[in-house]
């Protein structure tokens, strides 16, 4: 079989010559407004260590800003308002400077609700049709008055009004007043734009077209350089003395329609140290208990650091963990008296932690470790005057922790296992066993 070379060529110049679309989910898929806080939006990556960028026509986006995270969460809080619309959330990747990027567009169906006063009939019975869905049925007062609260989804523009009285049925429609809101949304490719470096500007519209699309762009120039699904992306070059660029996109002849966007100017020395990877350190602290068989439990609390390490998509970190560990024993010896002891450790241990599973804000770490335990044992008695002793014991451990990411907090429980021997000439103890925490974890910025 004869190969087209140039062909070939030309399809793999094509697959390289722009960045894959990101998938994107999101829950729930529809809003009705004063209703759901927030929606959870999932934006999966074609791969990791990649900046991701997005807008929105409406509402407030607010997501994790770690680039090397194959997996990106976003919080999407509808606006302030009762109309009903539909919000366009848009995401894009920079993958290479050369390469254009590709949006993926997601519709969020915003319904709004309102109460429809109506005169009928005294005593008939009405309910309201509103794009397949009834309301209702209540009865009209005696002077014929009813209200009945409805929702209304986008695009609705009437609802039929359906009465019922003395077995006659008369329907008429009800014209809704809605205001008229913007679904464009567009975005610069990066913030800041490096100046000399390729750049775009992202439009986006469910309906665009081209032909009505009207873009101006202060402080620079651009040129269409391709059309796709509900998007348009511009090529711009900023002028020489500009420090900022302003979009601004509408509609011809639809004056409502209409969006805008700035971005900062850099030069390319102010974009490499802006561009410097961050190190990503966490503190936590967690209390608990642990128990290893008879007398051998009691309280434990530590605090750690840990450093996110820049590998295998930022899902491992090393740690260090300081903590203290305490147990005691009072009991009765038959013939001779009462008898006291109490251990206190100070446990010294580094470990390494890996993200094991990561579903919206949960998340399940798994970790190994080990080090070492200090430990000072006293005891006092009845029948032989008191003393203390110290020890070294050795721990290995692993556990499991799960939980729950708020921002920059993430609230966790952990389970451990460990073997951690606390011996000495009158002890023979266990510092390990099953210990069970809760904690918290803040990642320092």
Same mark, same amino acid.
């Given at each position: ?145 009813? +209200? ?94 500009a420090r900022e660029l302003m979009a601004k996109a509408s509609f011809q002849g639809v004056a409502l329609e209409r969006a805008e966007a700035t971005a900062r100017i850099t030069s390319p020395g102010e974009s490499a ?136 907090? +993430? ?35």
């Amino acid at each position: 079989m004869r190969r087209s070379w140039p062909a070939i060529f030309l399809l793999f110049a094509w697959r390289i010559a722009f960045a894959e679309a990101p998938q994107v989910s999101i829950q729930p898929s529809s809003v009705v407004l004063g209703s759901t806080a927030s929606v959870a939006v999932t934006v999966r990556l074609p791969k990791a260590n990649l900046p991701l960028r997005s807008a929105c026509n409406t509402g407030t986006l607010i997501g994790t800003d770690n680039p090397s995270e194959l997996e990106r969460h976003f919080t999407w809080t509808p606006p302030d308002i009762r109309f009903p619309m539909t919000a366009l959330l848009v995401f894009w990747v920079v993958e290479e400077r050369s390469a254009q990027p590709e949006p993926s567009l997601v519709r969020i169906p915003l319904s709004g609700r309102t109460t429809l006063e109506m005169s009928t009939e005294p005593g008939a019975q009405v309910r309201v049709e509103v794009a397949k869905a009834s309301f209702g049925p209540r009865r009209a007062d005696r002077r014929g008055r009813v +209200e009945i609260p409805i929702e209304v989804p986008p695009g609705a523009l009437s609802a039929q009004v359906v009465a019922e009285a003395h077995g006659r049925v008369t329907m008429r429609e009800a014209p809704l007043d809605i205001p008229h809101n913007s679904m464009l949304a567009m975005g610069f490719s990066n913030d800041p734009i490096v100046r000399g470096e390729p750049a775009w500007l992202i439009v986006a519209h469910p309906a665009l077209d081209p032909q009505m699309l009207d873009v101006q762009l202060i402080g620079g120039h651009l040129a269409i350089e391709r059309t796709g699904a509900g998007s348009a992306v511009f090529r711009i070059s900023p002028e020489d003395t500009a420090r900022e660029l302003m979009a601004k996109a509408s509609f011809q002849g639809v004056a409502l329609e209409r969006a805008e966007a700035t971005a900062r100017i850099t030069s390319p020395g102010e974009s490499a140290i802006s561009a410097q990877p961050r190190n990503h350190f966490f503190a936590s602290a967690m209390a608990g208990g642990f128990y290893a068989g008879g007398s051998n439990s009691g309280a434990a609390v530590a605090v750690d650091g840990s450093y996110e390490l820049p590998v295998a998509a930022s899902r491992l970190a090393l740690e260090l963990e300081v903590g203290i560990r305490s147990a005691s024993f009072s009991g009765a010896v038959e013939g001779l008296g009462s008898v006291h002891s109490s251990v206190t450790a100070l446990a010294i241990e580094l470990a390494l932690r890996a993200l094991a599973f990561e579903r919206g804000a949960w998340v399940v770490h798994g970790r190994l470790g080990g080090g070492a335990l200090p430990f000072r044992v006293s005891a006092q008695s009845d029948f032989q005057p008191p003393f203390t002793q110290s020890g070294f014991a050795p721990e290995a451990f692993a556990s499991a922790q799960v939980g729950y990411r708020l921002r920059t907090l +993430e609230l966790f429980a952990e389970l451990r296992g460990g073997i951690a021997p606390a011996k000495t000439s009158t002890l023979d103890a266990q510092l390990g066993g099953f210990l069970l925490a809760l904690g918290a974890r803040y990642r320092i910025r």
